[in-house]
């Protein structure tokens, strides 16, 4: 089985890899009937020579690979027929402008594995950046709130060169007195509460961050039991609101009327209450002034949330009063962090955490027979067609 790294293409240019020198190293030594090329790069956050430095072949050989291992969208252009793909397609959604991209897949008679889809037998994904999406977003977001304030300055994410570096400037801001809240514990929430455990931020619980005031900054996390509750009055849990979320309302405001700083980590499915309307920022007792929005729906749960921003330009501002784009630093507006790709500013921590993933959870199944399923889950396309599992996907493409 010879699989292929190969070269990032997408603008704006992403740095990060499936498998990063040591990763694949690793590949090599377990799997004795593993063949790994490495498709030269000027932009992977590993060079060319960190590859060759463990005897990984580098070379413009792809045709020869029978698996190609990326990490965004492949140009249409750039596939190569009758391969094997690994790479986060974004079309699981009907995203409409990777439309084409499908069709073309299925034209050259490629088969797509999704990393987005790549399961256990549970149905729980095994491999992702969210956690690196947490914890860039939390320091963006502190960034941000020290820009709006004029307060401190913090150099950007992808200026500095790992998690720890990140930890060691949150560390020496000067904080007030602020309540800060966190939704979400999958990883990307639990991502961020690295960040603020990192920086000995103080936790409390929910009753403490609602009914008490502290003479130091603290956070709060919560999960979707905590800023919803069923529209009946009868008590929810989190597993009925993920199987009936139109049973129920958001009870977020609570939280808003007393959070300086927000981080949005959590997951929003599909007939959830939004956690803030636009009304609710229009109201008086709306306290919340920086949003650092992980998850990034737009024109979605939060209001403030337009549009994404970019790592070149992070932080734009919402006008509550005319629902539209301000100045981050004028007094009413709220600073809005919601870039889409923030993984990318961490791309050797992000590349490494992924890589485990992948070798732990995928890499076993190209030499057991796939005996647990992960291929045949995650397989979108086979001989030019969608797969059984993917076939709510024929209208999209049609």
Do not use: W
Request: net charge negative; charged share 30%.
């Amino acid at each position: 089985m010879k699989f292929g790294i190969i070269r990032e293409r997408k603008n704006p240019p992403d740095k990060r890899v499936v498998l990063s020198p040591k990763a694949c190293q690793k590949v090599l030594n377990t799997y004795s009937k593993a063949e790994i090329i490495v498709e030269p790069s000027p932009i992977r956050a590993y060079a060319d020579a960190n590859y060759q430095d463990l005897d990984i072949t580098v070379a413009n050989d792809m045709e020869s690979c029978d698996v190609l291992l990326g990490v965004k969208e492949v140009p249409i252009d750039a596939l190569i027929p009758n391969k094997k793909y690994f790479f986060f397609s974004h079309t699981i959604k009907k995203q409409p402008y990777n439309r084409d991209l499908l069709r073309a897949i299925l034209d050259k008679n490629i088969e797509l594995y999704d990393h987005e889809v790549i399961t256990n037998k549970q149905e729980q994904r095994v491999v992702a950046f969210g956690r690196y999406a947490g914890i860039v977003g939390a320091y963006n977001g502190f960034r941000a709130y020290g820009l709006k304030y004029d307060a401190f300055q913090l150099p950007k994410a992808n200026d500095l060169p790992d998690q720890q570096a990140l930890i060691e400037e949150l560390i020496n801001i000067k904080l007030p007195n602020i309540k800060v809240l966190l939704t979400g514990r999958g990883r990307v929430g639990n991502g961020a509460r690295e960040m603020l455990d990192g920086m000995g931020m103080r936790r409390v619980n929910v009753t403490e961050y609602l009914e008490d005031t502290f003479n130091e900054p603290v956070y709060c996390q919560i999960d979707a039991g905590e800023y919803n509750k069923r529209k009946d009055g009868v008590r929810g849990n989190k597993a009925n609101f993920f199987a009936h979320p139109e049973e129920y309302k958001s009870n977020f405001f609570r939280f808003a009327k007393v959070t300086d700083f927000y981080i949005a980590g959590h997951f929003y499915g599909q007939g959830a209450p939004y956690l803030f309307t636009r009304e609710d920022a229009k109201h008086e007792d709306f306290n919340i002034k920086v949003v650092a929005d992980i998850s990034c729906d737009i024109d979605g749960p939060v209001a403030s949330t337009i549009k994404p921003s970019t790592i070149a330009d992070p932080i734009y501002g919402y006008d509550p009063a005319t629902e539209s784009e301000a100045d981050f630093k004028n007094e009413n507006a709220i600073a809005v962090m919601a870039v889409d790709n923030l993984p990318c500013e961490l791309p050797k921590d992000a590349s490494e955490g992924f890589g485990e993933a992948f070798i732990k959870n995928v890499i076993p199944a190209f030499f057991n027979n796939d005996k647990d399923g992960v291929l045949e889950r995650s397989r979108m396309t086979k001989d030019g067609k969608l797969t059984e599992r993917f076939s709510y996907l024929k209208d999209y493409i049609a």
